[in-house]
């Protein structure tokens, strides 16, 4: 038995006679007879019985027929699927920080989509718990193509590139003392309480180092995972925060103030699997993607 023979039984069953059914196969009626005679043989049960000078099913048949026409279907879109994506269509899987999906991420790919309007590609955006780490986990088990990030340290298998920048701001809630600020040097919130981020953010290890080069660090009052969860910590009056300069800030009850120093700009990057095949599409995003983004801006920055 092979796919041939399941294709020749499938259009006999519909055409119910062999010498147009052969036609539309493109094959002798012999060889179709000899294919269905083999199928018959090794099955063990007959698939046809004559009615005149056409062929019915038999009730095997018909029960054979339904399970070879889902097995058809489902063999005929996996190799339409795999041929589009031969050709540079398909879908694209990706995740992103929440922080980049207002803006950043949908402009890379309303971009891409537009310069490539004759072909056929399907985005696809994951809900994630907003954690980098989880992210980079979901690139392993091949769950996601693509992941928007932050850069974790100790991750050999994945490639980071910088795609995008993003301003820290202090944020305090109305009526702190500093409110009235619109710049500080940090080392001056050390005697506040700070809302900071969970161990496990991409954020906290950027932020500990900030306040490393201040010489102290402030009192934790309350950890989060998430930056707007931070925001809205501070919003009510729970410590001031270092967060990323976000648009929903103007929405909510805090004071926005520019750090002065120490000065560092967080990195966004596109992250993706190392030594592993990527489907043409995929890599024409990813290109995409890498000229599109300021790469010379956002590289030049001050470090620690």
Not at 276 to 298: C, G, N, S, T, W
Request: aromatic letters at 10%; a neutral charge.
């Amino acid at each position: 038995m092979n796919l041939y023979h399941l294709r020749y039984f499938a259009t006999l069953a519909h055409l119910e006679h062999y010498t147009k059914a052969a036609e539309i196969l493109s094959i002798t009626q012999p060889s179709l007879s000899h294919a269905i005679a083999s199928l018959e043989k090794e099955l063990g049960v007959k698939l046809f019985e004559k009615e005149g000078r056409n062929v019915v099913l038999t009730k095997c048949g018909q029960a054979f027929l339904i399970d070879v026409e889902q097995a058809l279907d489902m063999i005929d879109s996996s190799v339409n699927k795999l041929q589009m994506t031969g050709r540079g269509e398909g879908r694209i899987d990706i995740v992103e920080l929440r922080t980049l999906s207002s803006t950043v991420v949908p402009g890379f790919v309303k971009g891409f989509l537009d310069s490539t309007p004759d072909k056929k590609i399907d985005f696809y955006f994951h809900s994630s718990t907003g954690l980098t780490s989880d992210m980079i986990q979901g690139l392993k088990d091949r769950k996601y193509d693509i992941a928007f990030c932050s850069m974790m340290d100790n991750e050999p298998l994945i490639e980071f590139i910088p795609v995008a920048k993003q301003e820290l701001v202090l944020i305090v809630p109305k009526g702190h003392p500093l409110e009235e600020r619109s710049s500080i040097d940090l080392k001056d919130t050390l005697s506040y309480p700070h809302i900071a981020f969970s161990k496990r953010s991409g954020l906290r290890h950027v932020i500990d180092k900030l306040f490393h080069k201040c010489g102290g660090y402030p009192k934790i009052a309350y950890s989060m995972e998430e930056d707007q969860g931070v925001a809205g910590l501070v919003g009510a009056g729970f410590g001031i925060a270092v967060v990323p300069k976000m648009p929903v800030l103007s929405y909510m009850p805090v004071s926005i103030i520019e750090i002065e120093k120490p000065s560092w700009e967080r990195l966004f990057y596109m992250a993706t699997l190392k030594n592993v095949y990527q489907a043409p599409v995929i890599m024409d995003f990813k290109k995409y993607v890498i000229e599109h983004a300021d790469l010379k801006k956002i590289t030049e920055r001050k470090d620690f």
